[in-house]
C-alpha cells in the first residue's frame, strides 16, 4: 500500500513564502515522476509543478518563477518552495506519485494553503 503524506500548509500573507513537502511510503521502489496539483474551489484539480526520477521539472504558466519544486535524493520524497504567493494560489495542495513497478498513480490527501490579508 502506498501513502503520500504532505504537509507544511497554512495561512500565509499576500506577497508571503511557504513551503510543502511530500513523503511517499509503503511498498514502492523509487519514484517515477512526484509533484504537486491543487484544487480551488468548485474547480477542477490542476497542475502545479512535476518532477522526475532524473531531475526534469515542468510548472504551471501560472507558478513559473515564484514556484520551485525540488526532490530529496534518494529518498521518495519531494518539496515546494512557494514564494510571491498572491490571494489565486489559494487551494488544497495535493502530492501526487507514481513509482517504477507500480501501473497505478497515488495521490496524498491534500493541505490547505490560503493566501489571505
Known amino acids: 500500500q502506498v501513502r503520500l503524506v504532505e504537509s507544511g500548509g497554512g495561512l500565509v500573507l499576500p506577497g508571503g513564502s511557504l513551503g510543502l513537502s511530500c513523503e511517499a511510503s509503503?511498498?514502492?521502489?523509487?519514484?517515477?515522476?512526484m509533484g504537486w496539483y491543487l484544487q480551488a474551489p468548485g474547480k477542477q484539480r490542476e497542475l502545479v509543478a512535476l518532477i522526475t526520477s532524473a531531475g526534469s521539472r515542468e510548472y504551471a504558466d501560472s507558478v513559473k518563477g515564484r514556484f520551485t519544486i525540488s526532490r530529496e535524493y534518494g529518498e521518495n520524497t519531494v518539496y515546494l518552495q512557494m514564494n510571491s504567493l498572491k490571494s489565486g494560489d489559494t487551494a488544497v495542495y495535493y502530492c501526487?506519485?507514481?513509482?517504477?513497478?507500480?501501473?497505478?498513480?497515488?495521490w496524498g490527501q491534500g493541505t490547505q494553503v490560503t493566501v489571505s490579508s
Open positions: 509503503g511498498s514502492i521502489f523509487s519514484f517515477n515522476t
Open positions: 501526487y506519485g507514481d513509482f517504477f513497478g507500480d501501473e497505478n498513480y497515488h
